[in-house]
């Protein structure tokens, strides 16, 4: 009598092998790695799942005191609390996908070597669970934002908000993207993994985080606009704010990036897949 394989495993033949088809029948995994992730996270922390709400409001306080009162940048003659949660809410779902997910191979090692899976479903699952502390925060600034509507300032909400599922699916395929290329490189090169926190944090001056598009020069802000991740924040705090500028062509820009980046992160995956047990 012939058996039957529930399972078969094979070599990889194609540089672009995604097997999308084989990470979906692994969704419950998924879903256990995001309460993973989610649990262990805030595992002995005092405040737990609280950090969601307090990290960026700390973060704003700090920005509207020392950039807004103190160095008395521009935003767009909107409240400066506002102004300044409306780059960290998506820029933080950026930095936290990227940052996470470039600890991909040197975190899951130890199960990487005992079993098989789809490796794809740790960076896939990375990415939902910070979507979860994302909708936290967002949902934060949306009631902010409807108080200060609420107290007559100068704030609006426009149709461009209904973009804003895709402003996050980009900056959840832009961050693990990068992420991806970063945790390839540091099965081999660990040292480049020292220089993450120092890049993300560099990369947030030269995104429009604190900084208001329309005061800077007409060459600065195209040279910022190039950055893929400002033409995203610049729309999304004026699809809800209602002040700024609508980069859409340099957001057209930004998408090409961003799939060039997922398939050479993708294309390092693959190829790192094979060999990272030797080195990591």
Known sequence: MAKKWTAIIEPKHRLIDLKLKEVWQYRDLVW?????????????????????IIQPLLLTVAQTFIFGNIAGLSTD?????LFYMA????WLYFSTCLTSTSNTFTTNAKIFGKIYFPRLTTPISTAISSLINFIIQFAMFVIFTI?????????????????????????AALGMGFGIIISSLTTKYRDLQVLVSFGVLVWMYLSPVIISGSSLSPTVYNLMMLN??????ELMRYAWLGSGTTPFGFWGISWIVTFVVLLIGVILFNKVEKTFMDTV
């Open 147 to 171: 108080i200060y509507m609420i107290m007559g300032d100068n704030v609006h909400i426009t149709w461009l908000a209904l973009l804003t599922p895709l402003f996050v699916l980009e900056l």
């Open 32 to 52: 256990l790695f995001v309460k993973r992730d989610f649990t262990t996270r805030y595992k002995q922390t005092v405040l737990g799942p609280l950090w969601f």
């Open 228 to 233: 893929p991740v400002s033409p995203v924040i």
């Open 87 to 90: 780059g960290n809410v998506p």
């Open 77 to 81: 003659g909107l409240p400066q609390f």
